[in-house]
């Protein structure tokens, strides 16, 4: 969930802020939409997009991420990228 705590702030990959002053409320929304998407499959994997768990129905976004990815990954840096793809390495 590397990418997930990136978008939280929380990474050891993290190098500063996501995002440069006051981020943009539509910006604000598709990284929320991201994390919900991220965890969806951290939690059911991807193989369905809706989930009901105890009464609570839970969705993935894969529309959101292809939007968020898109508009350039706002809330992540190149930097923050480039350290977690080289992490791996």
Same mark, same amino acid.
């Given at each position: 969930m590397d990418l997930h705590d990136l978008l939280l702030g929380i990474s050891k990959h993290n190098v500063g802020v996501g995002f440069e002053g006051e981020p943009p409320l539509e910006a604000v929304k598709l990284v929320s939409a991201v994390r919900s998407h991220l965890l969806f499959l951290e939690q059911f994997g991807s193989e369905t997009t809706h989930?009901?768990? &105890?009464?609570?129905?839970?969705?993935?976004?894969?529309?959101?991420?292809?939007?968020?990815? &898109?508009?350039g990954a706002p809330g992540v840096n190149v930097e923050e990228l480039r350290r977690l793809r080289n992490h791996g390495r």
């Open positions: 989930k009901i768990v &105890d009464g609570m129905h839970h969705f993935a976004y894969p529309e959101k991420f292809d939007e968020w990815l &898109d508009a």
